[in-house]
């Protein structure tokens, strides 16, 4: 896949993948569910270049922060 790629990690990953496939109508293109890796690769159609993708990623230890960070 090529374009421009977000990754979001968070611990509660069926609720933020819920928000995405069903509220926002994103579509599931990759998914891994292993172990140490479970994570899903949406975009809002089925092109696979020149689009942007949005890296979901589930990770249980997420620290808590306030305001946001760029």
Known sequence: MSGLKVRI????FKACLNFYTHH???KILD???GNDDRG???GFSTA???EAFLKLAYNDSL??????SL
């Open 40 to 42: 899903v690769i949406l």
């Open 9 to 12: 990690q968070t611990n509660d």
């Open 63 to 68: 620290k808590q922060y306030e305001g946001l």
């Open 48 to 50: 696979t270049t020149g």
């Open 24 to 26: 926002l109508g994103m």
């Open 31 to 33: 998914s891994r569910d």
